[in-house]
């Protein structure tokens, strides 16, 4: 599977923007799609995961504030982020894995888009 990250950029906190990930080649939509993010000098952790029928999970830091949403008929997961922190910079990678379970674990992934750059300002 190949999965294409987009929609990045710079924003002012308390702002909104929306990320994009779509995939093609193989079954998307009896995946499991999650979005995992690396702030600059930290480890990749995970923010929000969502399962083939719909189910979602988020990180503490960010429940409340980012909601993933997929649309299978157009093999395209979303990430809508809103009151956005300056903490919440950094790139922003989809990943995708079969199953129905989400796990916050990045090796728990098998395919990963190429990662989009989010910058919050203060």
């Known amino acids: 599977v190949q999965l294409q990250a987009s929609g990045g950029g710079l924003v002012q906190a308390g702002g909104s923007l929306r990320l994009s990930c779509a995939a093609s080649g193989r079954s998307f939509s009896t995946a499991v799609i999650g979005w995992l993010r690396r702030a600059p000098g930290k480890e990749r952790e995970f923010a929000a995961g969502?399962?083939?029928?719909?189910?979602?999970y988020y990180a503490d830091s960010v429940k409340g504030r980012f909601t993933i949403s997929r649309d299978n008929a157009k093999d395209t997961v979303y990430l809508q982020m809103n009151s956005l922190k300056p903490e919440d910079t950094a790139v922003y990678y989809c990943a995708w894995k079969m199953g129905a379970t989400i796990y916050s674990r990045e090796d728990a992934y098998d395919a990963w888009g190429q990662g989009t750059q989010l910058t919050v300002s203060s």
């Open positions: 969502v399962t083939d029928s719909g189910g979602t």
